[in-house]
């Protein structure tokens, strides 16, 4: 049987390292939209509603006589969002989402000629043991986003 990975999940290009992807100055106003904007919901509380749907999403039941909390899966880690949909929610970052030079970056990896910024997002985790199940965070794919399908 053949093992190799589908070529629709094959990258298009081999990843890239940006060094320096912030100024100084940036940085600091993205820190100064952290503090003072928080707080910010855990991710779990963001996706779902009780330990039910979070079950049904990881393992899809418990052991019989288990009874289900969201604390059995509770860790710090929250998020945030510098923009959604495409608008900057912050004036004072608009350079930091609409990034000249992430754009053009984009562009070349795939060879398109047009790249708009979707999202900007940070996620802010405190001390705690270890992550969990692996996952892959959705993103916007001919339609396809984190809003009208599940991730993980």
Known sequence: MDKTPPSVMRPIAEPQVIEGAYSEDQHRRMLDVV???????????????????????????LPE??????????SP??????SDFGVCLYPEIQDCFHNARFIELARN??????????????NLQ????GGGAPHVDATCFRGITSENAPSG
């Open 35 to 61: 503090r003072n904007n928080g707080p910010f919901k855990l991710i779990l509380a963001q996706h779902f509603n009780s330990a039910e749907e979070l079950i049904a999403t990881v393992s899809g039941g």
């Open 65 to 74: 006589g288990v009874e289900p909390t969201l604390d059995m899966f509770l």
């Open 77 to 82: 880690v929250f998020r945030g969002y510098f």
């Open 109 to 122: 990896y795939w060879n398109a000629d047009y790249a708009e910024p979707e999202s900007m997002l940070f």
């Open 126 to 129: 405190g001390p705690c043991s």
